[in-house]
């Protein structure tokens, strides 16, 4: 078993920026690649950033130029910057580890943008 445990979400005005954390444990060497998904109201669950355990990423298109992913192995940790934020931005933020059979969740985090 993988827990995790995101932080970070709040309120923020459009143009800003926003840091979430994401701290593993447990079962945590079965994981490869940890990444960020967001799911605003009336939509489908997707994904924002992934980062292997080598540090290759991944980015929506939505997100390019504006979100950075990054971990820190040391501390079971990922990490979310998220800067000029839009308010089409605004979701529950999901952590995510995928391990060999199954993919484990956070609990979210709320980002709300306003304008």
């Known amino acids: 078993q993988v827990q995790l445990v995101e932080s970070g979400g709040g309120l923020v005005q459009a143009g800003g920026s926003r840091r979430l954390s994401c701290a593993a444990s447990?079962?945590?060497?079965?994981?490869?690649?940890m990444g960020w998904y967001r799911q605003a109201p009336g939509k489908q669950r997707e994904l924002v950033a992934a980062?292997?355990?080598?540090?290759?990423?991944n980015y929506a298109d939505s997100v390019k130029g504006r979100f950075t992913i990054s971990r820190d192995n040391a501390k079971n940790t990922v990490y979310l910057q998220m800067n000029s934020l839009k308010p089409e931005d605004t979701a529950v933020y999901y952590c995510?580890?995928?391990?060999?059979?199954?993919?484990?969740w956070g609990q979210g985090t709320q980002v709300t943008v306003s304008s």
């Open positions: 995510a580890a995928l391990g060999l059979v199954r993919t484990y």
């Open positions: 447990g079962s945590i060497s079965s994981i490869n690649t």
């Open positions: 980062i292997t355990s080598s540090g290759r990423t």
